[in-house]
């Protein structure tokens, strides 16, 4: 019987394999039934379109496994084979709760050097100053992270999907990092605005540059303990990229967690802590929606993520871009009219608003705005697909690399 042309360009007819005789289907000259050489009736586009797909798709799973490596739980993919990250990987929980179990341990015993893991110091009065003891309450909680990560990600999360019946490996692994994420979102995000809305500079631009510097060397209890976990989660983000599975926007990903920690760390040492509170609040909101569309999405339901996409948009326009870009001009605005120069850099002790401090610090939000806008580009092309075509919203800045199915069950 001959073997039928392609019925339409996108169907790739493979041609029979090879058996253990050499020929092609089995049969001693390598005839098929029907035909006198085995070639008359065989269409050469199909056979040379099958080749070339098979060889096209070992060259792409190839390159994938490059860093694509499996660690224990089939609910990780890491994205190196960098023998620190894989034994980090392996051992993340292990090792996160032997470090806090020592340090909950040696506080009991009354120990000194456990007490600054554990508690904000570095008290004036009711309010705080920053200091050295800083470094281990952030360490802490960068161990503390590392850990409810770890238990989310591995036996907490993975059971949703299984319960709505989801059996896609990959679907599951991104619920639990999507998972992940947005609880910690909602939680820091609430805190956070629970001490902005008790501040003096809530919905006021103004108020956080005014009294600068008395005021601002002194900090609430609540927002240094909000930037101190802050910052512990964006380092430890640096460790999250590479203990999850490589995305498409791995650099892009991989500069802005580095650009955030510089500005997070510069503007709690230039006492810039009332403006970094509330641009991370901002930065922080659009991700809401975006990661409960991704949940969504992985639960296989297509119309809600479409709707919870839309006000991911209208949310990262007026946050990332307007109040963000506002936010920025206004330290050239308000700023300067509410910083005399008696209380600039060097006239002024504690004080660090200076031209070249301040527009160091103003370059780095430059960068971060230009991956946001590299980001903003990405967004309106998966919105052309929703609009024009039709198509599902699927958030086009960190889709796998490779887009080969993983059926199995995690």
């Given at each position: ?40 009736d ?7 379109s099958g ?5 096209r ?21 890491l994205s ?24 909950r ?21 009711t ?14 909680w ?27 490996a ?19 995000w ?55 599975e ?82 920025m001009?206004s ?15 060097p ?11 301040v ?5 780095i939000?430059c ?22 075509k ?15 199915d993983?059926?199995?069950q995690?």
């Open positions: 019987m001959a073997t039928p042309g392609p019925p339409h360009p996108a169907i790739i007819v493979e041609p029979p394999l090879d058996t253990k005789d050499g020929t092609k289907d089995g049969t001693k000259d390598g005839t098929r039934e029907g035909t006198r050489d085995g070639a008359k065989v269409d050469p586009v199909a056979v040379y080749k070339t797909a098979r060889l798709l070992r060259r792409s799973r190839a390159a994938t496994e490059k860093h694509r490596v499996a660690v224990g739980s089939r609910n990780v993919v190196t084979r960098n023998p620190l990250i894989v034994w980090l990987a392996k051992h993340e929980l292990t090792l996160s709760f032997v470090v806090i179990l020592c340090v341990l040696s506080h009991w015993l009354g120990l000194a050097w456990a007490h600054p893991w554990l508690h904000i110091e570095h008290a004036r009065g309010r705080y100053v920053r200091g050295p003891h800083d470094l281990w309450f952030v360490v802490n960068i161990f503390q992270i590392i850990a409810a990560r770890a238990v989310m990600l591995h036996h907490v999360l993975p059971l949703v999907p299984r319960y709505f019946g989801v059996r896609n990959r679907s599951c692994r991104r619920f639990g990092e999507t998972g992940w994420f947005l609880c910690y979102i909602l939680l820091s609430s805190i956070g605005f629970g001490i902005w809305r008790d501040s003096p500079y809530y919905m006021n631009t103004r108020g956080m540059y005014v009294d600068y510097p008395e005021d601002h060397v002194l900090m609430p209890y609540g927002l240094k303990w909000y930037y101190l976990v802050q910052t512990a989660f964006w380092i430890s983000n640096i460790y999250t990229i590479f203990v999850e490589r995305r498409k926007d791995h650099v892009e990903m991989l500069t802005h967690h580095v650009v955030t920690i510089a500005l997070v760390l510069l503007s709690y040492h230039f006492h810039f802590t009332r403006f970094g509170h509330v641009f991370m609040l901002v930065m922080d909101f659009p991700d809401i929606f975006l990661s409960a569309a991704k949940l969504i999405r992985y639960l296989g339901n297509e119309m809600l993520p479409n709707i919870l996409f839309g006000l991911f948009t209208v949310s990262w326009v007026a946050t990332k871009h307007y109040l963000c870009i506002k936010m001009l330290i050239w605005t308000e700023g300067i009219v509410e910083v005399p120069l008696e209380k600039r850099y006239h002024c002790p504690d004080s660090y608003a200076s031209y070249p401090i527009g160091f610090m103003w370059a939000l960068v971060l705005q230009t991956v946001l806008i590299y980001w903003f580009v990405m967004i309106l092309k998966v919105l052309e697909k929703v609009l024009v039709g198509e599902d919203a699927e958030d086009s800045r960190s889709d796998d690399e490779d887009n080969d993983d059926s199995q995690p």
